[in-house]
């Protein structure tokens, strides 16, 4: 946040302008880790990478795109436009749901987890680099507080 100016007037704030600040940066941080991941990864964007990975994560939950939408915090209009393109690409395959006629369950493809793999290294070097001027304690801290704030939703 170099040279940004919510940077230079956050030592003069009280409790909800700090808030305010918080909320802020998690938006700006937003805006920049997605340009960040939109750099680094070929072939999808990286709300399409950040979608499939967290599909990948839904262990023993059903797979639709209502479930996915829940599970993201996002809406089923958004994760259908995410993924309309990724299957087109071969990296999920839409079915009927045996249960629900109305859902579509959704199918990550070996396509999906050979990407995976095959960028996992150049990310994890690229978050490291990021995350570079950060001690274990700080990471280990912000991870903690980033939970809380998420679990006060």
């Not at 839904?58 to 795109?65: A, G, L």
Request: hydrophobic share 40%; with cysteine; glycine share 4%.
């Amino acid at each position: 946040m170099k040279g940004n100016k919510l940077h230079i007037w956050r030592h003069i704030m009280d409790r909800t302008e700090n808030e305010e600040y918080i909320i802020g940066c998690i938006c700006l941080l937003s805006n920049k880790i997605i340009k960040f991941g939109d750099q680094m990864l070929p072939d999808i964007t990286f709300r399409q990478w950040f979608l499939l990975l967290m599909i990948s994560k839904m262990i023993d939950k059903e797979k639709n795109i209502n479930s996915i939408a829940a599970f993201t915090g996002t809406t089923r209009q958004n994760v259908k436009k995410l993924l309309t393109p990724l299957e087109s690409k071969g990296y999920v395959i839409f079915k009927k749901s045996s249960s629900d006629a109305r859902a579509l369950q959704v199918e990550l493809t070996e396509k999906t987890y050979k990407y995976f793999a095959q960028n996992a290294e150049s990310a994890a070097a690229e978050t490291d680099r990021l995350f570079s001027s950060f001690s274990d304690a700080q990471i280990n801290s912000l991870t903690k507080n980033l939970g809380r704030l998420l679990d006060a939703f």
